[in-house]
Each structure stands twice: as structure tokens, then as C-alpha cells.
């Protein structure tokens, strides 16, 4: 065991239970636990963005997937930059006006029917639970390799964990959390960036040209179709890539903790541009140990890559630098599954406990048992999930998150706020037919099914996508549209409709309720 590794862990385990403590004071109404009160200033949700949003995936498994694949695992970094175009410009402010604690608050904005809240419940407790999976295997791995301790134990110690801060701190523990991991990340990832590019001399071109070099690849390190040999998967992971993020539950709630949607706005520009400088810095930590490790021994120490920037900080600074950065991606692991969990619990007991079970009765005391509940259920689904999927990238397994975030979320959101033919029936359809496709390709996938062993289970898949969104997002949109024009509506329902869709419309865009 290194002991510096386990000190550094401990200090931050401790710093999160003091946050969690102090948090849980706090924590006296359904609204303080779910959104924190809704008192985050811009640059405080930000900082908490952009800590929910720099996952196991970003800063382990980008880093792990360009070591390996060279430019394809760059995609992965572009397209989650990318994305928060499409949540500055099309969802953020909506959300913000049209919701109070969860998305399906935003759906149930212009749809009343429980139906409609009971399916975006289950969509964001799937996709939480899916993105939760990637966290805790690479939680699993990095514990396994820095403590000794066998992958089972690592992924039910955070599992632990991440279920503490939820039921007792709530949002707000979970927002000063994702703070702190913010800035530790940049300052850590930073560090290790310039000590990387110190050992190029501090010149792009000069790494670029030895990187043609540096690894079995040889010139085509530097070039796409390393990896996606398919063109339609590469163009599937991007699509997934780009719309999934204005789909992540985990994410659009952190809109609900500020009190408007000019705030709302400004703290995606300031998760943008931390998101931004972090991303660049992903090709750094990519090159360094593709350089300086080496394909063979990131791959000995995990199949999936994920300990690659782990791995080159101890090539480069040693064991204490080593423990540091691995202390590092510890609470970037437990700053996301805490989010992660908080949003699943959230839907759980807001909309599926209290609007579908108690039509709306339950007290904020019978809510906040409710969602702690449900947090210790999502955790336990999530455990054994991720010690089934220890072998896969977590990278990609995030990617698999966002594609199903985008077909099940993304186009109800859009329809709600721009169709004003759009209906209940279309909601309910486009959410199912988006969710339940992209599981089932998903299922058949090489994801699941590899003869080899190299996924969940050995098989033939039946399909070669490997990432599902070039069809399920489509689907998504069909569906949605599909159950909305095969539904008749009388004369008379149909002029509420529009009543409501003008009030909706006007609300989204400037907060003012007709």
C-alpha cells in the first residue's frame, strides 16, 4: 500500500465529510436538499459544472483513450466541449424558467398528466445510473492500484461514500464538493501539463513530431480511424457526444440552484471556458504517457487505459506526485457520483414519490426520507453494474451515457419549448422510444457482447455500432413527433393547448409567468 496515497485520500474523504456536515445544517427544506435554496452566485455553479461535468471519463479515461488510440480518443474531448453550445444556447435559460427541482418539472411546465413525470423519473434514474457505472469502475481501478485493495471492496467504499454525502448534505454538500474537485483537477491537470510539455521543451511542434514516433502506431497516432475504423460509429459517438450533455440530468439540474435564468447563463459561460482549458490540456496528459509510459504498461495495469495519467505522474514526479494526482481523481469520482446520485434520488421522490404515489401531499420531511432512500437503492444498482463492467473504458462508457441522454431527453426538452402541435402522447412516446432503443442497441452491441472477452460478456453482438446515437437519437425525435400527429385532439383541447403553449413559450424565454 502507498501510504502517502492512502494520507492524501484520507485528508480528502475527511474535507468532504466536514463540507457534508457543515452542508447538512443547512439542509432544512425539500428545496435546500434538492437545489441548495437556489442561492449559488454564476461563478460558484460554474466551478460546480464544470466539477460535475470533469468526470472519471474526462480526466482517466480521455486521457487513457488518446495514450492508446491517439486521435480518436481526442474526440471525446471535442465533443464534450462542443456540447455546451447547445446548452448555452437552447436549454439552459428554459430549464431555468420552466423548472423548480427537475426536468420533468420543466415537462410537467405544459404537460400535467403524471405519465409524463413518471417516464422523465425513469429516464433520469436510468441515465444517472448508467454514467454512474463509468465512475465507479474507474473509482475501482485507481483504489485497486494505488491501495492494493481488490476492485470489489474499491467500488462499494465509494459507493459508501458517495451515499453519505447525498442523504445527509444534499445539494449543498454535493455543490461545495464538485467546487473543491474543480479546483483541485485544473491545478493538478495543469501541473502535470506543463511538466509534460517542460519534457518537449515547450514546444507544440516539437511534440507533435516526436508523438509520430513515440508509439507503435507510428504516423497514424496522429490521425483518425485508429480506433473507429466505421465511419457511422464515429459519427454516432460524436452525435451522442454533442446533444447527450443537454440531456444528463445530473447537469441540468445544477440550473435549479441559482435564482435566474441570467445567472443560469452566465455560469455555463464559466463552466465553458474551465471546461475548455481542461480539454486542451487532456491532449497533454494523452501525449505524456503514450511518451513516457508506454501503450504496454497502461494497458498491464488496466485493459480499459484508465490509469494512464495516474501512471505518468509517477513516471514524472515520483510517488508523492503519483499519490497526488491519483488523490485528485478520487474527488473528481466522488464530486460526480455524488451528483449523480442526488439527481436520481431527486426524480425518485419529487416526481415519482410525491406527484405520482402522493398526488402531490407528500410533506418536504416525507420527500427528503424518500429521496435518501432511493439514493441508498441507486447506489446499491449501481455498484453491482459497475463490477460487471470493470473491464471497459470509462470513457466510453460515459460516451454510452450521453447517447442515451440524447435520445431520450434531448428532443422532449426541445419539442416542449419550440412545437406547439407537441401533445402528452408525444412526450411519453419520443422519452420511451429514445430510452428504450438505445438500451436494447446498447445490448447488442460489442459494448456487451465480445468474442474475445473484452466486453461484459463473450458473444457475437449483432450489431457493429459500438455507440448507439445514430440511431437512437433519430428515433427519439420520431418518436416524439410520431405520438404526437397519430393523436387526435378535440376542438376545444386543442385551443388550451395553445393557450398553454404561448404560455410556455413566453415563460421559457423571459421568466415571466402570463
Avoid at 491537470?189 to 507510428?218: C, H, Q, R, W
Amino acid at each position: 500500500m502507498n501510504m502517502t496515497a492512502f494520507l492524501l485520500f484520507c485528508v480528502i474523504v475527511l474535507l468532504t465529510m466536514v463540507i457534508t456536515y457543515f452542508a447538512s445544517k443547512k439542509t432544512n427544506s425539500a428545496s435546500d436538499f434538492y437545489t441548495a435554496g437556489g442561492g449559488l452566485t454564476g461563478w460558484q455553479n460554474g466551478l460546480a459544472i464544470a466539477g460535475d461535468y470533469m468526470s472519471a471519463a474526462s480526466f482517466l479515461g480521455i486521457a487513457g483513450s488518446i495514450a492508446l488510440v491517439g486521435f480518436d480518443g481526442f474526440f471525446y474531448s471535442i465533443g464534450f466541449l462542443v456540447a455546451y453550445l447547445v446548452v448555452l444556447y437552447l436549454v439552459a435559460e428554459p430549464l431555468r424558467n420552466l423548472g423548480k427541482y427537475t426536468l420533468a418539472d420543466m415537462i410537467a411546465a405544459r404537460f400535467q398528466a403524471n405519465k409524463v413525470r413518471g417516464v422523465a423519473a425513469l429516464n433520469t434514474i436510468t441515465i444517472s445510473t448508467f454514467y454512474m457505472i463509468a465512475q465507479l469502475v474507474g473509482a475501482g481501478a485507481l483504489i485497486k492500484l494505488l491501495l492494493g485493495i481488490d476492485y470489489v471492496w474499491s467500488v462499494i467504499i465509494v459507493g459508501c461514500l458517495m451515499t453519505l454525502y447525498v442523504v445527509f448534505g444534499g445539494m449543498h454538500a454535493t455543490s461545495w464538493v464538485q467546487i473543491i474537485k474543480a479546483v483541485l483537477l485544473m491545478g493538478g491537470t495543469f501541473l502535470l501539463s506543463m511538466i509534460v510539455f517542460y519534457k518537449f521543451d515547450f514546444n507544440l511542434i516539437k511534440m507533435f513530431e516526436e508523438m509520430k514516433s513515440a508509439t507503435p502506431l507510428g504516423d497514424k497516432f496522429l490521425n483518425p480511424g485508429n480506433k473507429y475504423t466505421n465511419s457511422l460509429d464515429t459519427l454516432s459517438l460524436n452525435l451522442g457526444l454533442v446533444l447527450g450533455t443537454a440531456g444528463l440530468p445530473h447537469i441540468l439540474i445544477r440550473f435549479f440552484t441559482v435564482k435566474d435564468a441570467p445567472t443560469a447563463r452566465s455560469s455555463v459561460v464559466y463552466a465553458t471556458w474551465i471546461i475548455g482549458l481542461f480539454y486542451v490540456m487532456t491532449i497533454f496528459l494523452g501525449f505524456g504517457a503514450a511518451a513516457f509510459v508506454g501503450a504496454d504498461l497502461i494497458t498491464a495495469v488496466d485493459k480499459g487505459g484508465n490509469m494512464a495519467a495516474p501512471l505518468l505522474a509517477r513516471e514524472l514526479g515520483g510517488d508523492f506526485f503519483f499519490a497526488l494526482i491519483s488523490a485528485v481523481a478520487f474527488a473528481t469520482i466522488l464530486a460526480v457520483v455524488t451528483g449523480l446520485v442526488l439527481s436520481a434520488a431527486s426524480a425518485f421522490a419529487h416526481d415519482f414519490y410525491n406527484h405520482i404515489v402522493r398526488k402531490g401531499a407528500a410533506s418536504e420531511k416525507e420527500q427528503m426520507s424518500a429521496a435518501r432512500w432511493a439514493s441508498i437503492g441507486v447506489s446499491i444498482l449501481s455498484i453491482i453494474l459497475a463490477l460487471l463492467a470493470s473491464k471497459l473504458n470509462v470513457a466510453f462508457l460515459v460516451g454510452l451515457a450521453f447517447a442515451v441522454a440524447a435520445s431520450a431527453n434531448l428532443p422532449v426538452i426541445l419539442f416542449t419549448v419550440f412545437w406547439r402541435r407537441f401533445n402528452t402522447a408525444g412526450a411519453i412516446a419520443g422519452m420511451l422510444t429514445g430510452l428504450i432503443s438505445a438500451i436494447i442497441l446498447v445490448a447488442i452491441s460489442p459494448s456487451v457482447w465480445g468474442p474475445e472477452g473484452k466486453a461484459i460478456f463473450v458473444g457475437q453482438p449483432l450489431i457493429t455500432l459500438t455507440n448507439p446515437g445514430i440511431i437512437s437519437i433519430p428515433l427519439g425525435f420520431i418518436g416524439a413527433w410520431l405520438g404526437t400527429i397519430l393523436t387526435t385532439r378535440s376542438a376545444d383541447k386543442d385551443k388550451n393547448r395553445d393557450a398553454k403553449f404561448d404560455e410556455v413559450l413566453v415563460k421559457a424565454n423571459t421568466g415571466i409567468h402570463m
